[in-house]
């Protein structure tokens, strides 16, 4: 199988969880009247320096952060007081490149994306009032892609990933009628691509 059907597959399995925890989440809902489901849209900032794919250009990197944009979903259970425990799993996507000239020669250029974002976790929080502030942790796979342009025009492309565990802090106010704004903070350590940050802010609906 080569690199390109193994990364769309890859990519596959981790819409097919998103998408399966969407559908399921009006059923859970309806059937416990406990803890709560919930769907949200999101974007925010990921800082990723992204070391070069192609191995022509082994020093180089692109750095400095860039926008993502996405979807999660997950279920809470409420717990002891106003303790709520839940799962939860988001899937984002890189809005643009990052690119870099004179890497190893005169006017080259390397060129590297986010190219997509997944991850599945658990969250533990407590509610007051409209807000929620919560921690939670999660097994998280990053997906990049480089591409070297030497001086004389010549494209090499390559694509990478790193898997890990992304550690995360947000909070949720309601506004009523189950919508509420999201703000989250995340870190994910790495030494295979680089440790990679995120602030995401969003909107969403608890069922």
């Known amino acids: 199988m080569t690199n390109n059907k193994v990364a769309n597959s890859h990519f596959y399995i981790r819409a ?4 399966g925890a969407i559908a399921f989440i009006p059923l859970a809902a309806h059937a416990q009247s406990v803890g709560g489901a ?18 022509t250009a082994p020093a180089g990197s692109t750095g400095g952060g860039h926008g993502i944009y996405g979807f999660g979903a997950g279920y809470d259970v409420a717990l002891a007081g106003h303790v709520i425990a839940g799962v ?3 899937l984002d996507f890189g809005a643009g490149s990052q690119c870099a000239s004179g890497v190893v020669a005169a006017s080259d250029q390397l060129c590297s994306k986010l190219r997509n974002d997944f991850d599945v976790g658990a969250r533990l929080g407590y509610q007051a009032g409209p807000a929620l502030l919560y921690g939670r942790v999660a097994f998280n796979d990053t997906h990049v892609r480089s591409s070297y ?25 309601g506004l009523g009628g189950g919508a509420y704004l999201k703000t989250e903070y995340r870190y994910t350590p790495s030494s295979q691509l680089g440790d990679q940050q995120q602030v995401i802010g969003g909107i969403g609906l608890h069922f």
């Open 38 to 55: 919930h769907v949200e849209v999101q974007g925010g900032y990921d800082h990723l320096s992204i070391p070069d794919q192609t191995g």
């Open 16 to 19: 097919a969880i998103l998408a």
């Open 149 to 173: 342009t030497d001086p004389l025009g010549n494209v090499t492309t390559a694509r990478g990933s790193q898997q890990g565990v992304r550690l995360g802090v947000g909070g949720e106010y």
């Open 88 to 90: 939860d799993a988001n």
